[in-house]
Nanobody, 122 residues
Framework: VQLQAFGGGLLQAGGSLRLSCAAS????????MGWFRQAPGLEREFVAA????????LYADSVKGRFTISKDNAKSTVYLQMNSLKPEDSAVYSC????????????????WGQGTLVTVSS
């Protein structure tokens, strides 16, 4: 499966942004999906994940209550709604797909899209 993430941008703290990740292929509904981010000089970190059906979600503590991941299997797209953004949320955000299961460990994801940059100014 091929993934393409988009929707990043520059905005002020407190603002909202929705990232989208469009997938190719006809088996999108069988993939668990995740969003990860990486800021300059830092390691890649888990942001959010969702099961193949979209019925269960998981969030990093740093974004819980502010970010929402959702999955539209009919559109082969996963979204990350980000509210109350903070400067520390600034990073390149990447989406990933996993054939078996879902979770927080980026090394277990099988496919990755290119990242989209989110910059939050104070």
């Amino acid at each position: 499966v091929q993934l393409q993430a988009f929707g990043g941008g520059l905005l002020q703290a407190g603002g909202s942004l929705r990232l989208s990740c469009a997938a190719s292929g006809r088996t999108f509904s069988s993939y668990g999906m995740g969003w990860f981010r990486q800021a300059p000089g830092l390691e890649r970190e888990f942001v959010a994940a969702i099961t193949a059906s979209g019925g269960n979600t998981l969030y990093a503590d740093s974004v819980k209550g502010r970010f929402t991941i959702s999955k539209d299997n009919a559109k082969s797209t996963v979204y990350l709604q980000m509210n109350s953004l903070k400067p520390e949320d600034s990073a390149v955000y990447s989406c990933a797909a996993r054939r078996a299961g879902w979770g927080t460990r980026w090394g277990l994801y099988d496919y990755w899209g290119q990242g989209t940059l989110v910059t939050v100014s104070s």
